[in-house]
């Protein structure tokens, strides 16, 4: 069976890659710093299911000492210079969008394909895992059209994942930290707490207010946490899956995914999530550092306001 580990392995040999460049290249005096960094990342997505507990736990401190204690520097060069850059877009026009359009459409496929391929009535992708899984393909696909489209060298994909990669830098992990703690959160029981509260301070006698709390919580708590998947085991085992789906019977898939959608209008509204809005305005060089931010702020609450009023008119009709 097909599980995360294939996905695991990907994400490491891209990383193993991106700490090899580095280490290749001996005009950046961060290059040892950066080699460790993303070779230790690398270490703890190839190998950490065969690790003991203490072992992964050493190699996430010494990701930490090494990025607050050497620092990691700025990003490496580009693959190609600007002005390369600007003269392939104008040859490829349009076409330049293939290869990010084929990552939601193999997905999507994926995901309603391999839920179903079974051989000899045995799962050939792990069924609990079949998005991400598709999404993993997705991304292999898409880089080998557009490295046969664009005719680019074979380093060209390690390259500038270097580069993006030493651009955003320890930032880069912080949705796996954040969610790691957000299932440490619904273990220590967070979820009981806030549903204490909520309860204490909203009535939450028709479904419509709990709907509009979830939801909100949910935006909320990921603007505290700068991740979705933080916010979503605390809220949906406080108010989630007792009110909504227990109390007034809702479907817990639609209100999982609709859920998510409104943890992701407070990941638009927020510093916390740095890797997504702050990290893109110093690649860009924009002398606001919140701009992201305050452009997706209207954004993000219509979204909101959306997402609410289907998930109460969908979550209890099916």
């Known amino acids: 069976m097909i599980g995360l580990d294939a996905v695991y392995v990907l994400m490491g040999l891209m990383l193993a890659g991106v700490a090899y460049v580095n280490l290749m290249d001996r005009t950046d005096a961060k290059r040892y710093n950066k080699t460790a960094f993303w070779g230790l990342w690398a270490v703890t ?15 996430i401190i010494a990701m930490v000492l090494v990025s607050s204690i050497g620092g990691l520097g700025r990003g490496g060069p580009e693959a190609a210079t600007r002005e390369e850059r600007a003269a392939s877009a104008r040859r490829w026009g349009n076409k330049l969008f293939i290869p990010a359009l084929l990552i939601p459409a193999v997905t999507l496929l994926g995901t309603t394909f391999f839920k179903d391929w079974r051989v000899h009535g045995v799962a050939v992708v792990d069924p609990s895992q079949v998005t991400v899984i598709s999404l993993g393909l997705a991304t292999v696909v898409a880089l080998a059209v557009g490295m046969a489209l664009l005719r680019a060298p074979a380093m060209a994909p390690v390259v500038e994942a270097r580069r993006l990669m030493d651009s955003v830098g320890w930032a880069a992990v912080l949705p796996q930290m954040l969610a ?3 299932a ?8 009981n707490v806030v549903s204490t509260l909520v309860n204490r301070w909203i009535p939450l006698d028709t479904a419509f207010v709990v709907v509009v709390t979830y939801a909100v919580g949910m935006a909320l708590f990921t603007i505290v946490m700068g991740n979705a998947f933080a916010a979503f085991p605390v809220m949906t085992a406080g108010i989630g899956l007792p009110l909504i789906v227990t109390r007034f019977g809702g479907d817990p898939a639609i209100m999982a995914s609709i859920g998510m959608l409104s943890g992701y209008c407070g990941t638009l509204m927020t510093p916390m999530a740095a890797n997504f809005n702050i990290v893109p305005a110093a690649l860009l060089e924009l002398p606001d550092e919140n701009a992201v931010i305050k452009v997706q702020i209207p954004t993000g609450i219509i979204l909101l306001a959306v997402n609410i009023l289907l998930m109460y008119y969908l979550v209890f009709r099916y």
């Open 45 to 59: 997505f190839l190998f950490s299911s065969h690790l003991p507990d203490f072992v992964n736990g050493c190699l």
């Open 184 to 191: 440490l959160f619904a273990l220590a029981g967070v979820g």
């Open 180 to 182: 790691a703690l957000g």
